[in-house]
């Protein structure tokens, strides 16, 4: 298929996985319930009703500021 990228190059799916994720998993709603239930990936995949993958990607970015 065809890759469709911004004009800095990056994949414009990335963005548009990144900003699905900040939609649906807010940071702060996210940072909250990390400190309530720390890293339980499976409660917080429940909490937001979002994939494994999802999550750790979500995790992740939130990790890198």
């Given at each position: 298929?065809?890759?469709?990228?911004?004009?800095?190059?990056?994949?414009?799916?990335v963005q548009a996985d990144a900003f699905a994720a900040a939609m649906l998993m807010p940071r702060h709603l996210?940072?909250?319930?990390?400190?309530?239930?720390?890293?339980?990936?499976?409660?917080?995949?429940?909490?937001?009703?979002?994939?494994?993958?999802?999550?750790?990607?979500?995790?992740?970015?939130?990790?890198?500021?």
């Open positions: 298929g065809t890759t469709y990228v911004d004009p800095d190059g990056k994949p414009i799916e996210v940072r909250a319930e990390l400190k309530t239930h720390g890293r339980d990936l499976e409660r917080l995949c429940e909490t937001f009703g979002a994939s494994m993958k999802a999550m750790n990607y979500r995790r992740e970015a939130l990790s890198r500021g």
